[in-house]
């Protein structure tokens, strides 16, 4: 028993660790990135007093500087990540003959209505959420919104959109339903996976609105990346929820929406056996090329 609490100890540790590092990445990104204007700046005006701090704070607050930092910090991270992911476990899972290749892995109809339906009732469910959070919390909402905005709304609008809508999923759930997912489903099990894989997605973002609300969109990203133990379902679902931020204002309730496609998404997993207990995850991990 006592070794067991030890290696879920451990695990838990290794996961935190593991966001850590990746955030740490992202910074020195954007410290590097920044640092010849810095310098420039100090030539400039010495380095000191207001007219440096205001340059400076003015550069490194510019949404097309913030834009561009955070679509490079992606990309490194997707290299830094994507390699780590490959060595720790698709190449283990090669080298011992467990690996499948995603397409033994997804029925496309069978898997694409229950994961499209569950993405949107875990989308509205995180909308109703963010809601009620931003009411109870309305200064921190509005300093996280102003942060949001300055990040993605900056830059040229394609730039914006590829960070958004597929470098950031890519990176984050490599990170997350990747890394993470795999090492503590090995001493906590389908629930306690899913579980810290969802936790540990709250933390990667930084601030309590944003912790809160994609708690419900970590949870079933967790339980597909689990049972069809593969990142790239979980990319997919990632890439769809963030192109539903940007291009689908809620015209309907998302109360109205959680229920039916939550609904749905019942309905289309008994049918389909996604809540029956398999060897699935058992399976090996998809490869980093594929995703």
Not at 204 to 211: E, L, R
Request: with cysteine; charged share 15%.
């Amino acid at each position: 028993m006592k070794e067991t609490k030890e290696s879920k100890v451990k695990t838990f540790f290794f996961c935190l660790w593991v966001i850590i590092a990746v955030l740490l990445i992202q910074s020195a990104v954007s410290v590097i990135g920044i640092l010849p204007k810095a310098v420039q700046l100090v030539l400039e005006t010495g380095g000191t007093g207001d007219e440096f701090i205001q340059k400076y704070q003015e550069y490194a607050t510019s949404g097309n500087v913030l834009m561009i930092l955070q679509f490079a910090a992606e990309i490194v991270c997707i290299i830094a990540v994507g390699i780590w992911y490959y060595l720790g476990y698709v190449k283990k899972d090669k080298q011992n003959g467990t690996y499948k290749p995603i397409g033994e892995k997804i029925n496309v109809l069978k898997d694409t209505g229950f994961i499209v339906c569950g993405c949107l009732a875990a989308w509205s469910l995180a909308v109703i959420l963010s809601i009620i959070v931003s009411t109870l919390m309305p200064k921190t909402a509005s300093s996280v919104n102003e942060t949001l905005n300055l990040v993605t709304g900056g830059g040229t609008q394609w730039l914006g959109i590829v960070t958004t809508v597929v470098l950031a999923p890519i990176c984050e759930e490599l990170t997350v339903r990747g890394i993470i997912l795999q090492r503590s489903k090995r001493a906590f099990g389908v629930i306690g996976c899913i579980v810290i894989s969802a936790v540990m997605f709250g933390i990667f973002h930084m601030n309590p609105i944003q912790a809160v609300y994609v708690l419900p969109m970590g949870l079933f990203w967790g339980f597909v990346g689990y049972k069809k133990n593969s990142v790239i379902p979980c990319v997919f679902c990632h890439m769809l929820n963030n192109a539903l931020g940007i291009f689908m204002p809620v015209f309907v309730s998302p109360v109205i929406l959680f229920i039916v496609f939550g609904v749905l998404t019942a309905v289309i997993g008994m049918k389909t056996g996604y809540f029956t207990d398999d060897d699935t995850s058992d399976d090996s991990a998809d490869t980093v090329e594929e995703a």
